[in-house]
């Protein structure tokens, strides 16, 4: 599956999100913005797991637990998990089998973006 085309657009998105076509760039946009301005790492966990370090303040984790329950409303197959532990901030992201190559261009993104 790797990178797929939704819409005209070459990104992580898979086929299967139910997201309308006309809201993916928007989406993409604002995944872009929130880990560029709070992501600090990006580690992959294991195979089926990201883990987004976050800079770590309250209105980052409010942004994160919504923008992961918006997205996890479209494309289901995601877990989403904001974790806030001894002034740490993280952002897990766990996929299942088949759903692997959608993870790591997502966390290719987040990488890209963050360095940007």
């Known amino acids: 599956m790797g990178q797929t ?3 005209g657009t070459a990104s992580w998105v898979p086929d299967s999100c139910t997201l309308p076509t006309v ?3 928007l989406r ?3 995944f872009d913005g929130f880990l560029g301005a709070c992501a600090r ?3 992959r966990v294991d195979e089926h797991t990201v883990r987004i370090a976050l800079d770590a303040d309250a209105q980052v984790a409010a942004r994160a637990a919504d923008l ?3 997205e996890s409303s479209c494309c ?3 877990t989403f998990t904001v974790t806030a532990t001894g002034g740490d901030l993280a952002l ?3 996929v299942p089998d088949g759903y692997v190559p959608v993870l790591d261009a997502l966390a290719s993104r987040a990488t890209a973006v963050m360095r940007a």
């Open 68 to 70: 992961a329950t918006r």
């Open 23 to 25: 809201q993916v760039p």
């Open 28 to 30: 993409l946009a604002e």
């Open 41 to 43: 790492t990006v580690d």
């Open 5 to 7: 085309t939704n819409g």
């Open 92 to 94: 897990t992201i766990q």
């Open 76 to 78: 289901s197959f995601f």
